[in-house]
């Protein structure tokens, strides 16, 4: 028995119990008189008593130490791995690396500078100085270097330490936690309005954010109504997401 | 201050020991998403990943203005739509193709006769069969909507969708549902014919 298209719209909501309380009685009222719709609340209260449960749910045994192990040891080598290029990138930077080291070239532990930064390897030379063991790391991975990006917070709108978003975006899924591709009327949106932009190529506006500012941003762009055009979580061990404006 | 806010508090500070209790007390919540938005164990486990993983490098940023659990349901909610999106997985997931065995999901309700938790059990089967035939939008609310009890403003802010928007998907979403249990001819609504006329539940 099909329940009135007239309360159609008011019986899910009756269901759930978001109506007011005026609205809940009329409905109640309705359904003492209309079989059709009492036999839909019928229905979706029993969908309801028979739903799973999230208790009922089995987690994968170890899946909470599994996560525990991936945060506990953030820099381990990612999965992706994406062809010949960035194995030997970094596996020159960490030759590179070692040379420095045995010349006795001063690269602080903090620093974000590269002297060789006019290469494709930049990212990786910059991150590689870091890593304790280059040699046997960088031979393992393409990646290690990347996820020992600097925490978030240290590289929001600064032009000088993120060479990384003038990277090919084929290259941005291990260097980021997320790629969000936007429409240009984004850039009205208060924090991208507020902010500078890390690179610009071929008329796409670049941005390196923290993971704060990046939940800040979707939230603007849900309160703007501005959708984006596409919107990927890499996986990477990065605190930095990659915004990219797309030209006019 | 209760158990889970403390943990909240001390996980923003870079304790790992409290995150890994947040972890353990909604990996279950967590889970019941992921496994009916992705449909396989494997992609849920990754989708969940991701989530906590995600969690883990937000939660400094995290402002308090929204519930930890609405929070890192979006956060699995955007995990599992982003998994799907990378994978192309879109079109297979709309499929029927749930894989019931992985699932688990026949824990037995202690209050019932006999006869009665194996009709539970076997409505319970139809609707994760129908569940995995609905549109993933559709899917999706009801999820957060039935099993995780989530309030359609909560859904609103979980999905980032306006109020008329969730209000839409769920009807929608449980009469397609219904019209799904009604044609496999197992649903009975016997058990809360009673309950009509009392009053919606929450």
């Known amino acids: 028995m099909k329940y009135c298209d007239d309360h159609a719209a008011l019986l899910d909501l009756y269901v759930d119990g978001e109506l007011s309380p005026g609205d809940m009685a009329a409905v109640r009222a309705h359904l003492g008189q209309c079989p059709g719709c009492r036999a839909y609340v019928d229905d979706a209260l029993a969908l309801r008593a028979a739903f799973p449960s999230a208790e009922d749910t089995e987690v994968p045994p170890g899946f909470a130490q599994g996560v525990m192990a991936i945060i506990q040891t953030q820099a381990a080598p990612a999965k992706k791995v994406r062809g010949p290029w960035p194995r030997l990138l970094a596996s020159l930077a960490a030759c590179c690396a070692i040379v420095l080291l045995v010349r006795g070239v001063g690269l602080g532990s903090g620093s974000k500078a590269s002297p060789t930064a006019d290469t494709a390897a930049t990212m990786e030379t910059e991150a590689c100085v870091e890593a304790p063991a280059p040699t046997a790391q960088a031979e393992e991975d393409d990646t290690t270097c990347a996820l020992t990006a600097a925490p978030a917070g240290e590289v929001q709108y600064d032009n000088t330490a993120s060479k990384n978003a003038l990277e090919p975006l084929s290259r941005a899924s291990s260097l980021y936690f997320a790629i969000l591709t936007l429409p240009e009327d984004a850039l009205e949106t208060p924090l991208l309005a507020d902010g500078t932009a890390t690179g610009t190529e071929d008329g796409e506006q670049r941005y390196e954010l923290s993971a704060g500012d990046y939940a800040t941003l979707l939230d603007q762009l849900d309160a703007s109504g501005i959708q984006p055009i596409a919107r990927e979580q890499t996986g990477a061990e990065s605190e930095t997401a990659l915004v990219v404006v797309t030209a006019p | ?202």
């Not at chain 2, 909240?8 to 990996?27: C, M, N």
Request: hydrophobic share 40%.
């Open chain 2, 1 to 202: 201050m209760n158990q889970e806010q403390n943990w909240i508090d001390a996980a923003r500070r870079g304790d790992q020991s409290a995150f890994e209790q947040l972890v353990r007390l909604y990996e279950k919540r967590i889970f019941a998403l992921t496994l009916r938005m992705c449909k396989n164990p494997e992609d849920a486990a990754e989708a969940a990943q991701e989530a906590f993983l995600a969690a883990w490098q937000g939660l400094r940023f995290f402002r308090g203005d929204a519930n930890f659990s609405t929070w890192l349901y979006r956060l699995a909610s955007n995990a599992c739509v982003d998994l799907l999106r990378r994978e192309g997985r879109h079109r297979a997931a709309a499929g029927p193709s749930l894989d019931d065995g992985a699932l688990n999901l026949e824990a037995p309700d202690h209050a019932l006769s006999p006869q009665e938790q194996a009709e539970r059990s076997e409505l319970r089967a139809q609707i994760e069969a129908g569940l995995a035939a609905l549109p993933p939008d559709h899917r999706q609310v009801l999820i957060l909507r039935e099993i995780h009890q989530l309030t359609y403003d909560e859904i609103a802010g979980v999905l980032s969708l306006d109020l008329g928007t969730v209000k839409s998907r769920i009807s929608r979403g449980r009469k397609q549902l219904r019209k799904i249990l009604l044609e496999s001819g197992n649903f009975s609504a016997a058990p809360a014919s009673k309950r009509a006329e009392k009053e919606g539940c929450k």
